[in-house]
């Protein structure tokens, strides 16, 4: 499975951050990204509102409350872990702890929008409280569940960087597009690890 | 929000508990850590610098430092979340938990007791045993009826508790510094913005 | 015996005095009182002369003497208590330099008006200089506090005084 695109939206819909890992893929103007974005933040919001009771994850399920906390039995592959030894695991700025997110780990998106599998490609949403949205699109159609999880734990990652190297960078602008290159190096590599 | 059908979830102690060893894992293993002397030495440099520069109005510095805190709260609040990954608090009971216990503990490594409970359960207060802010500080003659000098957290929650979409006011009440028996801070909850929540909760 | 004791700063600027003395025991005869801040002062050139001395003369009763001053192949502070540096007509003074240079000096006078050199148990009075010292040095962890500006706090006040009891009082 390879990143092909990483897209950062803003609590409104706007499209922040855009960036593409593959040279070859073809590549959509800035404003057809901005589109996306857009309709994206809309279709999350009537996700919601037409998903099938059946289909939503039950609030246990989805939402692993404090009082869950302590029995953590399904365990992530730790991304930086698959391929590359762990002593070259991307560096997390102020998140220590090679294991940071060895716990299990599930989104509390229990109606929306989570994951679009096309013939080509995958595109994978993890939405923060705040209302953050971090979309990873793959070059493969997956529904694996160990994919969905690994992209999942990808894209916390992804927002544990924009914490460290978005949000504490002084001169950037909260709902402001992103351009901090420290940003940019950390997700290179954290997306290169896969 | 469904979980309102049930009813509200009174926190329970084993909870509480397990809240408690999740946070100190994070603080203990998880956190990058300075010096706390480089910490209140620096704090202690900018509140008296912002009483020099505003001519020891101290009105004014306690705005200031209450708008400066708002600014890192509501940045810091995304590092909360990516940090613990948890997830919404269901009730304001949970929210004075997950502040004091985990929000606290992970960023000053000091835990509140909350007290004080309004009787609609709108508003709670934090008491600070020790305040990592304050640690050398004495309080000069002409500062001590007016200024609040850790300020600053009252921002910090404010900021971070209104990009999880709860209005609320916080201030403090008493500090040691003044000559009060406790340090307490004040948060009462107005509303939560139910329209900005993200779509897709519960 | 009744103690003077004052913190000069950088500029030789006083930033801090009291005077340790307690009603059952002798005062500083008033006509000497107005002079202790005199005495003090003058004494503080042989401080530094000491200050930048390698070897350091100080007084011979003392336990300091000889060995580097202020070096830094010491790690110990207990270089910094100079002991016993001057007397004059039967007071004796005694001195403590911090690493930050600042002066700590006190007037020591005998119980006794027969002009008998007085004493100095160098334990307690070393004692007393380095915990003046670390209290001075939580003073300057105040935000509020500027270097060399008088210590106004009530808070320092009592304290040294406490330590004053403790230490010289007997």
Known sequence: ?194 | MSSSTNNTPVPSTSSKKSLKVFSDDIWKNKTAKINAELFTLTYGSIVSQLCTDYERDFAKVNNQLYSMGYNIGVRLIEDFLARTALPRCDSLARTSEVITICAFKVFLNVTPQVGNWSSNKDSFSLFLEENPLSEFVELPMDAAKELWYSNILCGVLKGALEMVQMDCDVWFVNDVLKGDQTTELRIKLNRVLKDEIPAGED | MPCYFAIIGAKDNPIYEAEFTSPQLNQFPPELKELNPFILHASLDIVEDLQWQTHPQAGGNTSTSGGFLRSRHSASNSNCYLGKIDHFYGLAITAYLSYGNMKFVMIHSSNSNNGAPVQIEDGPVKSFYQEVHELYVKTLMNPFYKLNDPITSPVFDNRVRALAKRYLTR
């Open chain 1, 1 to 194: 499975m390879a990143i092909q695109t990483i897209l950062v939206i803003n609590r409104s819909g706007g499209l922040v951050y855009q960036r593409d890992f593959l040279p070859s893929a073809a590549k959509l103007t800035s404003n057809e990204y901005l589109i996306l974005a857009g309709t994206l933040q809309g279709v999350v919001a009537i996700a919601s509102q037409i998903a099938p009771k059946s289909l939503q994850i039950s609030a246990k399920q989805g939402a692993k409350t404090g009082s869950e906390l302590g029995d953590a039995t399904q365990t992530v592959p730790y991304v930086g872990s698959l391929g590359s030894s762990a002593a070259s695991a991307a560096d997390l700025g102020s998140f220590l702890g090679p294991d940071f997110f060895n716990e299990s780990f599930t989104s509390w998106n229990t109606k929306g929008l989570k994951h679009v599998t096309t013939d080509q490609n995958s595109l994978f949403l993890y939405q923060t409280l705040t209302g953050l949205k971090f979309v990873a699109v793959s070059t493969q159609n997956t529904t694996n569940a160990m994919a969905v999880s690994i992209a999942e734990n990808l894209l916390r990652k992804a927002y544990c960087l924009y914490a460290d190297y978005v949000m504490k960078n002084p001169f950037y602008e909260p709902e402001m597009p992103i351009r901090c290159e420290l940003f940019d190096k950390k997700l290179g590599e954290l997306v290169a690890q896969l």
